[in-house]
Each structure stands twice: as structure tokens, then as C-alpha cells.
């Protein structure tokens, strides 16, 4: 009797981010096979990352957050500071670690919440000659004491959240790798909130670990009355721009996801 069926193994990739129901674009075809490393350990990016179908390894990156915010003369410019040295951190741990399964991608983001956009982004009426107030950055609050103070400031007006993602690669020429990176704004206009439901939101303990002290996809959102701009971002990863931006990079890079 003939046999049909062949002893030889089918070779599977050793690694394959791509979920199944990911969309045939571009960007996720060419990171079929690909080691993608997310150099983050929040659980809202990861999985923002697998509903579009993208599930990448998670390796947290150790890299302190401690960039001096008054130093950058544009506050968009600190997370995508800090999201830089997140990628480059995991991604020379990863070839230090194991030179022979080097990541072919390294995703790191940072998400900051800014007070006071400037003129054109508020629709807050002000003086031709008055000055804007200056964006203070509202990162994730301390304590409960710190959570309500932020919700007070935001309370009744408008904030930007801003996402700042890099993307780090390899290539030949030295150091190794490249870095790309890209922002995202989004504007959310707060309601005005009598204190009793700041207190009650901040008791319930869901703001501590959130920029700006609250979670728009959860009770948060029960402070907002509406947003301009990318939910996801908003929510901590932006995943429109993310994917069209890699589209991006394997147009214009030539080592970009390179075989």
C-alpha cells in the first residue's frame, strides 16, 4: 500500500506574533516568523496589540522612568524620550542575552497626561494677549491625596493625553539597530464633576496606576463627556497610527523586518 504521508516534520516558525484573525495588511504580514518583543508590562497595550492581532512577547523594560520633564522645551517630545530608552534597553539586554535570537522588532510606548493644551487645541475661549498657561505633566499619581488633587485639576476642562511610541531594529551599520518613533494626541474634555463622585472614583483605587488618574475605559469614563482624537490612545496605546506607521517603515527602510 502507498503511503501519502511524509516523516518529515513540518518546521513551524520559532516565533509568530501574527494572530489569526489579524487583518492581511502589510505591516502584520511581514511580522509573521518575526520575534516582536512589547517592552512593557501593562496589560491595556498588550491587549490593544492582540485585538488587532498582534501578540508579541513580553519582555518590561528596567530602564527608570526618570527623564527631567523641565527638560524638554516641547512636553510631547518626554514620552516618546522615555518610550526611546525603554526599546533600547530591552532590545541590547535581549542581544546580550542571546545574540542568536536577536528580537526582530521592539515595541516600547509611554503614555503622559498634559494639563492646559496650548491655543487651538482647547476650545476654551481666552484673551488675543493672555498667555496660556503652562502644560504641567500629570503622570501616574502617587497616592489617593495625589489622585484627587489631579482629577481636581482636570475637573470641568481639557486635557491631552500623549503617547509616545519607538520602535527599535536591526541593521548593519552601528550601533546595530535604529530607532523610529512617533506621538499621538488626544484631547479629553473632563464634565464638571461635583466632588462627591472625584471622592467616590478615587476611593475606588482604579486611578492610582493610570496616567492622569483615571481609566477612560472603566469607571473613569463616567467623568468624561466626550474625546478628539484615538480612544486607544487614550486608553494607552495607538494602535491606528502604530500599524500605519510600520507600513510606513517597510516602504521607506530598507533593513526594516528585513529576511
Same mark, same amino acid.
Given at each position: 500500500?502507498? &503511503? ?27 511580522? $509573521?516568523?518575526? +520575534?516582536?518583543?512589547?517592552? %512593557?508590562?501593562?496589560?491595556?497595550? +498588550?491587549?490593544?496589540?492582540?485585538? =488587532?492581532? !498582534? ?13 527631567? =520633564? ?9 514620552? $516618546?524620550?522615555?518610550? #526611546?530608552?525603554?526599546? $533600547?534597553?530591552?532590545? @541590547?539586554?535581549?542581544? #546580550? /542575552? ?16 498634559? #494639563? ?5 487645541? %482647547? ?18 499619581? +502617587? ?5 484627587? +488633587?489631579?482629577?481636581?485639576?482636570? &475637573?470641568?476642562?481639557?486635557? /491631552?493625553?500623549? #503617547?509616545? $511610541? ?6 548593519? @551599520? ?29 476611593? %475606588?483605587? @482604579? ?20 474625546? @478628539? ?11 491606528? %497610527? ?5 507600513? !510606513?517603515?517597510?516602504? /521607506? ?7
Amino acid at each position: 500500500m502507498m &503511503n501519502f504521508f511524509s516523516s518529515k516534520k513540518v518546521e513551524l516558525p520559532k516565533h509568530n506574533p501574527v494572530l489569526p484573525h489579524a487583518l492581511k495588511i502589510p505591516a502584520l504580514e511581514k511580522l $509573521v516568523g518575526k +520575534r516582536v518583543i512589547l517592552a %512593557s508590562n501593562s496589560p491595556r497595550r +498588550r491587549e490593544i496589540l492582540q485585538t =488587532f492581532g !498582534l501578540s508579541p512577547e513580553i519582555v518590561p523594560s528596567t530602564f527608570e522612568e526618570t527623564l527631567p =520633564f523641565g527638560g524638554f522645551q516641547d512636553p510631547h517630545e518626554y514620552p $516618546v524620550a522615555t518610550a #526611546t530608552h525603554k526599546a $533600547v534597553e530591552v532590545y @541590547e539586554r535581549l542581544v #546580550t /542575552e542571546n545574540p542568536d535570537d536577536a528580537p526582530d522588532l521592539v515595541i516600547a510606548a509611554d503614555t503622559v497626561v498634559l #494639563t492646559h493644551p496650548p491655543p487651538g487645541l %482647547s476650545s476654551t475661549p481666552r484673551f488675543v494677549d493672555e498667555m496660556p498657561p503652562p502644560q504641567d505633566i500629570l503622570e501616574k499619581p +502617587r497616592d489617593k491625596e495625589d489622585n484627587m +488633587r489631579m482629577l481636581l485639576d482636570l &475637573n470641568g476642562g481639557v486635557c /491631552e493625553v500623549v #503617547t509616545g $511610541v519607538s520602535v527599535v531594529f536591526p541593521v548593519l @551599520e552601528a550601533p546595530g539597530y535604529k530607532i523610529k518613533s512617533i506621538e499621538e494626541r488626544t484631547l479629553v474634555h473632563f464634565a464638571q464633576n461635583e466632588n462627591a463622585l472625584l471622592e467616590a472614583y478615587v476611593e %475606588s483605587g @482604579e486611578g492610582i496606576d493610570r496616567a492622569g488618574g483615571f481609566a477612560i475605559q472603566g469607571l473613569g469614563g463616567m467623568l468624561v463627556s466626550k474625546i @478628539e482624537g484615538d480612544y486607544q490612545n487614550v486608553v494607552g496605546f495607538p494602535a491606528a %497610527s502604530f500599524f500605519k506607521f510600520l507600513d !510606513l517603515l517597510i516602504e /521607506e527602510e530598507v533593513d526594516f523586518l528585513s529576511d
